[in-house]
Structure formats: C-alpha cells, structure tokens
C-alpha cells in the first residue's frame, strides 16, 4: 500500500478540520440579523400585551410603522406584524376620510399675507398614502379604498409643469401658497412616488386614474426632478441655488433620494435608465460629501453645498434619522462596506419602542433596507 505524501496528507487533516469547525459569519449575515432582530425589538414594545399597537404620535409615524410591520410579516411570516400593519392602515384610512379632502392636517401654518391655516400635505402625505396603499394592495379586496386613495392623489394641488403644493389649508383644499413657485424637492418627490405606486394598484379597475398618476409623477420625476440635479448629484431644496439658510438643506436632499429610491423598489417601471443613471449621481454624492461627515466618520463638512442650519457633522445622538437615511442611500448605491460601518453605529442608537417620528424615522429605512437584501 502506497503512503500519501506528508504535506497531502496534512492539506487533508486541515481542510477535514476546518469542515468540522463553524465558519465565522460573513458580514452582511451578521448585519443582516442584527438589523432584524432591532427592528423586531422596536416592533414587539410597540405591541400591547393584546397584540393592538399603542398610539404613535405624528401621521407620518403611523403610516411609516405600519409599513414597517408589514414588511416585517412579508420577510418573517409572523402575523402578528400583519394583523398591526392592517390595524394601523385602516386607523389612517379612517382619518384620511374624515378630512374633506383627504389630508391629514399636521399643524397651523401661516401664510405670506399673515393668515394662518390649518396646514397639511407633502411630503407626510405621499408617505402615509403610499404606505397605507401598499398594504391595502397586498391584502387585496380593497378596491374602493384604493381608488379613494388614487383620488385624493389625484385632486391634490398640482401644477401642470411638473410639481405639487407643498401645504394645503386642510378644509378648502386651497393651497397655502401660490403654486407658480415649484415646491421644495423633497416634498414633490414624496408625491411623485405615492402617484407612481399607486398608479400600479388601479390600474386593472381605473386605467384612466391610474394614467393621471403615472403621467403627473413622471412629468415630476421627468422634467423637474432630473433636469434640476446638478453634476456632482446635488439637488437644492427649491430646485434652485437659493437653499434657504433655516434648513438642512442636506437632509432634504437624503429625503429626496429615499424617495426615488423607494419609488424604484416598489414600481418596476421607474428602473430605468435615466432614473436610475440620476439616483446612482446622488448616491455617489452622499458617498463623497455626507458619509465623510457622518458617525462613526469624522471627516470634513460638506461645504460646498451647507447653509447656517446645516451641520458640520451628523452624530448619532443628535441625527440618528440622518444616519439612517444614509445608511438606506449607501447600500442602495453598492457602497456596502461603508453602508456597513454607519449602520452598525446607528443601530446601537436605534431609538427602540420610540412611537414618535424619531422611531419611525429609524424603522421605515431599515425595514426598507432590510426588504432589498
């Protein structure tokens, strides 16, 4: 009998060994895990013992958990997060059609001539919309509340060069100023994305709705949202370089993104090329001038585009929403080893069992996050 050769027979022992010994996790399995099982914890201490979610303060918050809760059923099958994401989408359904237009009023505003007004609209409403839609669409055999739904979209302010009002007054559906002014970019992409994606779910019972939608959200999309970002990926707040100084003008242009982002996961058709070409430009300009500024980073602020309200770098603490944001925009944009780091360090800042916007804030992004993988 022939004898192997010692260093076959020592390649043999070693890889016999380490077939036997548990390899150690790839980073995104941990991320993975870790991600879910937050959001697991954020959810179960929103649940009452009776299974009913405790009152969330803001609309945005509860049409923003109540995604959440059911991309959390969509990925885990557990029907308790099923059972609270239909509760909490007939809850603002509910309040949607208690309001004579449909929107959901937010706060007094005032106006430019000193009137003041109960104020409401985007960018909440194309969230709590899309949100509420979504679920009522996947449930199925809501096609009234669908249509309702498409309708409110559909008569809400609209300026036929491609924008929305930013504010309406909630009981005459006026808007809080003339739409002659395109509305800050942040507020018309949140309505661009609730009109595409819910043109999807009327499409089989009112085509000529759902046509309305889709033509309203691609003229935004098309011919304002596109043409108005800069070469470096940059969108300003007005669509114009006059970003007001009381704003941070970076985390409207985050928001922004989200938006599209969210659009592109939820509707097929905006997957294409000249969207995704404009995504991919903003991802990459939160890769080079925000991550460097973000926590766990301490790197430059970003000067080129800042005003006197925006920071020269997001802590965890005092920003966790923008870490989040970023976090979301990053992995979308393949940056995934820096994706990693700033989710990492936000998900030790998770604000868990939070029934206010700093929770939704946190959820709504890793839940969308977490449903992409």
């Known amino acids: 009998m022939k004898l192997l050769p010692f260093v076959l027979v020592a390649t043999l022992a070693v890889a016999s060994h380490a077939a036997d010994t548990p390899q150690p996790a790839e980073p995104m399995q941990l991320f993975t895990a870790k991600l879910q099982a937050t959001l697991r914890k954020h959810l179960t201490q929103l649940l009452g013992a009776d299974g009913a979610v405790a009152p969330l303060k803001g609309k945005t918050a509860e049409g923003s958990e109540a995604l959440t809760f059911y991309l959390m059923f969509e990925r885990t ?13 007939d809850q603002v359904l509910k309040d949607m059609r208690a309001m004579k237009f449909g929107v959901l009023a937010i706060k007094e505003k005032e106006k430019s001539d000193g009137q003041t007004i109960m104020g409401g609209g985007a960018p909440a409403l194309g969230n709590y919309a899309a949100g509420v839609a979504y679920i009522l669409f996947k449930e199925g055999g809501r096609t009234n509340d669908l249509t309702y739904i498409a309708t409110v979209i559909d008569r809400y302010p609209w300026n036929e060069a491609g924008w929305w ?12 100023e003339p739409l002659t002014k395109p509305s800050p970019v942040n507020k018309s992409a949140a309505i661009a994305m609730a009109a595409g994606m819910v043109s999807v779910y009327v499409q089989a019972t009112d085509p000529a709705l759902a046509a309305r939608l889709k033509q309203k959200a ?4 098309y011919s304002q949202l596109i043409p108005a970002q800069l070469a470096d990926g940059f969108w300003h707040y007005g669509l114009t370089g006059n970003d007001p100084g ?11 993104t989200e938006e599209l982002m969210k659009l592109q996961q939820f509707n097929p058709a905006y997957r294409e090329e000249k969207l995704n ?7 990459a300009f939160a890769l080079k001038h925000i991550a460097p500024m973000t926590e766990p980073n301490h790197g430059p602020a970003c000067k080129e585009h800042a005003t006197r309200e925006t920071p020269a770098h997001y802590a965890l603490k005092k920003d966790t929403k923008r870490c989040f944001q970023l976090g979301r925009i990053l992995f979308g944009g393949g940056y995934t080893d820096e994706g990693l780091k700033i989710m ?30």
């Open 77 to 89: 099958g557990e029907q308790r997060y099923r059972k609270a994401a239909v509760s909490m989408a």
């Open 165 to 176: 009002a930013a504010t309406i007054d909630v009981t005459t559906g006026e808007p809080k």
């Open 218 to 221: 691609d003229k935004c999309i």
């Open 246 to 256: 009381n704003k941070d003008i970076l985390g409207y242009f985050m928001l922004t």
């Open 277 to 283: 070409a404009a995504v991919r430009k903003a991802q």
């Open 344 to 373: 990492h360090a936000a998900l030790e800042q998770f604000p868990v069992g939070n029934g206010g916007q700093d929770g939704a804030h946190a959820a709504e992004p890793s839940a969308l996050l977490l449903s992409s993988f």
